[in-house]
């Protein structure tokens, strides 16, 4: 079974930045297309980004799309989410894992706070 670690997030001010880490077990990492996720406190868990497993095709939800972008680096079976021009409706606990069903157990994310 896959671990999914994930780390980076904090307290930041709207327009800030962060990059979360996301560190997975298992060989097969390379051949999964991995995306990150979040959950608001109170609200079901969204998809935020994607990136294929090679790392050449990403997408993004709308709300995102132009201030966050999805990375990876397959030898270090990790993926990274760099956050820009971050806003209040940000916050949220983050959480990477496969694209595809079934997914992985998920890990304990990583809280990402945007407050003045």
């Known amino acids: 079974q896959v671990q999914l670690v994930e780390s980076g997030g904090g307290l930041v001010q709207p327009g800030g930045s962060l990059r979360l880490s996301c560190a997975a077990s298992g060989s097969i990492f390379s051949i999964t297309g991995m995306g990150w996720y979040r959950q608001a406190a109170g609200k079901s868990r969204e998809w935020v980004a994607g990136i294929e497993g090679s790392g050449g095709s990403t997408n993004y939800a709308d709300f995102v799309e132009g201030r966050f972008t999805i990375s990876r680096d397959n030898a270090k079976n990790a993926v990274y989410l760099q956050m820009d021009s971050l806003k209040p409706e940000d916050t949220a606990v983050y959480y990477c894992?496969?694209?595809?069903?079934?997914?992985?157990?998920w890990g304990q994310g990583t809280q990402v706070t945007v407050s003045p």
């Open positions: 894992n496969r694209l595809l069903n079934p997914q992985w157990s």
